[in-house]
């Protein structure tokens, strides 16, 4: 199993006309409902001893990690994110006690790569308790992650799409899961094969991922971002290229009609100007700003 750095982006050679990024949770595989409600959240309650306000707990983070524009941020950017949105509301924060997510904030805010790495340092240099606490968190879910979670399915029609890209493009996968998790599901069902190259956060951002192997060696209509989440498409219109949405809930057919519609769209010169936005109008209309807690008040 090859474990891959910058410099297998940076030195990066194309053997076609094209290129495609996809992401990996929620996008390929099936991982986002169990791997949030039976590992991250359960660790966040225990970790900060929040058994109190459970229901609040989990319905900031399933707000934040799943079911909002947040979906798909990093892990750290996700934490501090359920922390703000629990301090800011009465019912979480007047029953139990919360941490003050300033430090992880300024962390999540310094353009560091955001791993276990750079936070254990941080939290060194720093002498942070809440960057160490959420390090520790960090670790315990690879470890739980990796000794207990399911194996996760790829979503039906994402192995005949990778098998289609492989003939045709240039492909890796650009995600913001921790390499040890990400490495572990491409290498499994063997479809490391369809990609030259795996990069989770230890090699930066979605945006430095593309940077490093794509932005300098094609012109930004032949480039295709694939991915789940909101952060996706802001990584597609930070570099101007193509985005194609796995709309959450509705996995199968968004895999249907890429590779029914716009794949083959795509090859020819890159998406139309109307299709690209209807494409995006129907992922945003899924995922809200507001938090229903808001809404009901």
Request: glycine content about 6%.
């Amino acid at each position: 199993m090859k474990e891959f750095i910058k410099d297998d982006l940076i030195n990066f050679l194309p053997k076609f006309d094209t290129f495609v990024g996809i992401d990996s949770d929620g996008c390929i595989f099936d991982t986002m409902e169990i791997k949030q409600k039976d590992f991250f959240h359960p660790a966040i309650i225990r970790r900060w001893k929040l058994e109190s306000i459970e229901p609040q707990v989990r319905a900031a983070a399933e707000f934040t990690y799943l079911y909002s524009t947040y979906r798909g941020l990093n892990r750290f950017l996700g934490l501090c994110k359920t922390f703000e949105l629990l301090n800011d509301w009465p019912e979480a924060s007047n029953n139990a006690t919360l941490p003050d997510p300033s430090d992880l904030r300024t962390y999540c805010d310094s353009g560091l790569p955001l791993s276990n790495q750079t936070i254990k340092a941080e939290a060194e240099r720093t002498g942070s308790d809440l960057l160490a606490k959420a390090h520790a968190w960090s670790v315990e879910l690879n470890e739980s992650i990796d000794s207990t979670m399911p194996d996760p399915p790829p979503f039906l029609g994402a192995e005949e799409a990778l098998k289609r890209i492989s003939g045709n493009s240039d492909a890796i996968v650009i995600s913001q899961t921790q390499a040890v998790a990400l490495l572990k599901d491409w290498y499994r069902d063997n479809l490391a094969q369809y990609v030259s190259a795996i990069a989770g956060p230890e090699l930066g951002s979605k945006i430095d991922h593309f940077t490093m192997a794509a932005v300098d060696r094609y012109p930004p209509n032949a480039i295709l971002m694939i991915g789940d989440a909101p952060g996706d498409l802001a990584t597609a219109q930070a570099i101007g290229c193509n985005f194609y949405p796995i709309n959450p809930g509705h996995e199968t057919e968004s895999w249907q009609r890429f590779l029914d519609e716009a794949y083959g769209c795509f090859l020819q010169g890159g998406f139309p100007n109307e299709f690209q936005q209807r494409l995006i109008h129907e992922f945003k209309a899924l995922l809200p700003g507001v938090p229903p807690w808001k809404q009901k008040s």
